[in-house]
């Protein structure tokens, strides 16, 4: 399985971007599975941002909630991340993760950098 995230770049403040992941593998594994977003900004560690389960559960970092909205299209093995109200602070690697009964790949990463 491979995952291939898209829609990364440079944004001001106060502006949106929305990421994509797109699974190699079969649709029936990614609805299984619990699709996440994390990030990484130098020098810290990977955190989660939002996480959204088989059954359509979502998960929110404390310092995302209200601005960013995790989903998931099951008929395109694809999950989404739309980011709204970005700030400079949100700059970071962004990383998509499968997680299918802890068989667990990982997106190459996806640059996202918020200027002020």
């Known amino acids: 399985v491979q995952l291939v995230e898209s829609g990364g770049g440079l944004v001001q403040a106060g502006g949106s971007l929305r990421l994509s992941c797109a699974a190699s593998g079969t649709r029936t594994d990614f609805r299984l599975s619990i699709m996440g977003w994390y990030r990484q900004a130098p020098g810290t560690q990977r955190e989660l941002v939002a996480a959204v389960t088989s059954g359509g559960s979502t998960n929110y970092a404390e310092s995302v909630k209200g601005r960013f909205t995790i989903s998931r299209e099951n008929v395109k093995n694809t999950v989404y991340l739309q980011m709204n109200s970005l700030k400079p602070e949100d700059t970071a690697v962004y990383y998509c993760?499968?997680?299918?009964?802890?068989?667990?790949?990982w997106g190459q990463g996806n640059q996202v950098t918020v200027s002020s």
């Open positions: 993760k499968q997680d299918l009964f802890r068989n667990v790949v």
